[in-house]
């Protein structure tokens, strides 16, 4: 199992295609995906069965 130095979540977004990255484990790339709904799709490392990350796409949509 990997060790967790930083557990802060690192947010990003991207204005030019309106999507918000989170990622509980930066630097850390996800092995698999699961589109939760039209709008938000869970990113993880498959084989440690863990959430690496959240993309939510037309995230100025969702807020409102």
């Known amino acids: 199992m990997r060790e967790v ?12 295609v309106d999507v918000l990255y989170i990622s509980f484990s ?8 699961v589109e939760l709904n039209d709008n938000i ?11 690496v990350g959240l993309t939510l796409m037309d995230f100025s949509m969702l807020v409102q």
């Open 5 to 16: 130095i930083n557990n802060e979540p690192v947010y990003s977004y991207d204005k030019d």
């Open 41 to 51: 799709l869970l990113r993880f490392n498959k084989a440690e069965m863990r959430a």
């Open 26 to 33: 930066p630097g850390e790339k996800a092995t698999t995906a």
